[in-house]
């Protein structure tokens, strides 16, 4: 099943592309496994998918030991200043720094391990009030705050689009993103590299990369619908 449904997202993610006039290897698919058991990641890992995304350290930090050394554990939920010590040694990327306090922390717990880790800027590009998130009118204000921090490296910006069943509403965020992504670039900030957007889950991945994604979260489309248990939330 999961290899069957790798197939889809896969054959999808080059139809975008095509469409996009990108190339494949513009994109980077992001497995989400958050909730999913490590013998369903080996089984995703097998198939030659590298990259996995989980929001919960806690799971980081479980399951990382238990699975293939050559796997890219990205780090895309809410994080808690607390909880930085136990995955900034295990993860690539952090796609999910909300304030600036967060950016601090992440910085201070990095410099004691002599990393430099890439991070993402979560922006808020649909102003809604349940989200985390820069708004897009303070990203390059915010971009340029925490540049100036050793031991982070801004590497893009990420976006978590509203829930809709019509992709296409997603659209104009997605195009919104990209904007503000190529803006800031522009402004060659030093120690800023605006290379990676991250943008698109399950429901709108393809109109994501036809505007300009480079990484895309996929989630239930791969690994099927997540269970949670009466204490867990999203
Ligand atoms: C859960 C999650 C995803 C994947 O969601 P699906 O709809 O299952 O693809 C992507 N990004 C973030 C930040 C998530 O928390």
Redesign the pocket.
């Known amino acids: 099943m999961l290899k069957e449904n790798l197939a889809d997202v896969e054959s999808r993610i080059e139809a975008a592309c095509r469409r996009a006039g990108r190339s494949r290897s513009d994109v980077r698919l992001i497995a989400?496994s958050?909730t999913k058991p490590a013998e369903m990641i080996q089984e995703v890992h097998n198939c030659g998918i590298l990259d996995f995304?989980e929001?919960k350290p806690q799971e980081i930090k479980e399951k990382q030991p238990l699975l293939p050394d050559d796997i890219r554990w990205h780090m895309?939920?809410h994080l808690q200043r607390n909880k930085i010590k136990y995955i900034i040694d295990r993860v690539c990327m952090i796609?999910?720094i909300d304030s600036l306090r967060l950016a601090q922390a992440v910085n201070e717990e990095a410099s004691k391990r002599n990393l430099t880790v890439p991070v993402l800027v979560e922006v808020n590009v649909a102003r809604e009030e349940s989200k985390y998130g820069i708004m897009p009118e303070e990203t390059e204000e915010f971009v340029r705050t925490i540049s100036t921090l050793p031991n982070i490296r801004v590497n893009g910006l990420m976006t978590?689009a509203p829930f809709t069943d019509n992709a296409e509403e997603n659209r104009p965020y997605f195009r919104a993103l990209n904007k503000l992504c190529v803006d800031i670039k522009a402004k060659n900030i030093d120690n800023v590299n605006m290379c990676d957007l991250s943008m698109g889950?399950?429901?709108d991945y393809e109109i994501a990369i036809e505007e300009g994604a480079t990484m895309v979260?996929?989630?239930?489309?791969i690994f099927g619908e997540?269970f949670y248990g009466p204490s867990q939330i999203?």
């Open positions: 989400v958050k995304g929001n895309i939920g796609h999910s978590i889950m399950t429901g979260r996929v989630g239930t489309g997540r999203r």
